[in-house]
């Protein structure tokens, strides 16, 4: 089960893994937390937009996200609902209906009947710490760690994770390739160092190759939110170096599965 904040956050961070499982014969399950609200229309139309229509978005990543999930065979998709918070340094977060602001108990109480439903030995979600710091991001983490706290049914708990080299090695490829790309921009110091840190922490690497294009092409599905793709640009043998893993952090382990580790089922029989 990979529980995900908006629409394409399953492509983007676990696309690999959910195409390597279901191909494997493991019952896949994608949770959204939110509809995702506040994402551009097509032509980059920003929330705060006259023309930005929310119930639109809704729709156009609502049918984004089924096709996505179809593509990477995910088994069953469960949308909670929740109302997109927007960026932790929007005013759309003081939203009374955010997913940021519901009851914590309630969202983990939703959550809950999910796991009990489909009784996942292996649960995905984000750090709660990583820089990136999306309100949606950290709540859908929380309420994943509640959950499996207070159920005890995943036998693995994960953080997904990125290391730091791959963002310079996609720059270099589409420079490679030709594409004009804006100054690079100047290091935030803090966001670095915090970058490293969680990277440290990585013990899981599970190499799904064989699923980059499939993983792209559900990404490719979330078109109002991803203009000018230009990962297009880059060739196959690209695009599987730098797509090519897909890297956890285990937080929750009922197994005794040996670390580091290449499977996130290692030790589940």
Not at 123 to 132: A, F, L, Q, T
Not at 135 to 148: C, G, L, N, Y
Request: hydrophobic share 35%; with cysteine; charged share 25%.
């Amino acid at each position: 089960m990979a529980v995900h904040a908006h629409p394409d956050d399953e492509a983007s961070s676990t696309g690999g893994v959910l195409a390597k499982y279901a191909d494997e014969g493991h019952t896949t399950i994608v949770v959204t937390c939110t509809n995702g609200e506040l994402g551009d229309l097509p032509g980059g139309i920003k929330p705060d937009h006259d023309e930005h229509d929310e119930e639109l978005v809704v729709k156009l990543r609502t049918a984004e996200l089924e096709k996505a999930c179809e593509i990477l065979n995910v088994t069953h998709l469960e949308r909670l609902g929740y109302r997109d918070s927007g960026m932790s340094d929007w005013d759309h977060k003081g939203h009374p209906d955010a997913f940021c602001n519901v009851g914590f108990d309630v969202a983990v109480a939703r959550l809950i009947e999910l796991f009990e439903k489909y009784r996942p030995d292996v649960v995905v979600s984000y750090n709660p710490d990583s820089p990136y710091d999306h309100p949606d991001h950290v709540q859908a983490s929380k309420i994943t760690i509640e959950a499996t706290k207070r159920t005890q049914i995943p036998s693995k708990q994960y953080y997904t994770a990125m290391r730091s080299n791959r963002f310079a090695r996609i720059r270099e490829l589409l420079e490679e390739a030709g594409v004009e790309l804006p100054p690079r921009p100047a290091p935030n110091p803090d966001w670095v160092k915090r970058s490293q840190e969680l990277e440290k922490l990585i013990t899981s690497t599970v190499d799904v190759s064989p699923y980059v294009l499939r993983k792209l092409d559900a990404l490719r599905t979330h078109e109002s939110q991803i203009q000018n793709f230009m990962w297009n640009r880059i060739p196959e043998h690209g695009l599987v170096e730098v797509f090519g893993q897909e890297s956890f952090v285990r937080m929750h382990d009922t197994t005794g599965a040996a670390l580091p580790e290449t499977d996130l089922f290692a030790g589940l029989g």
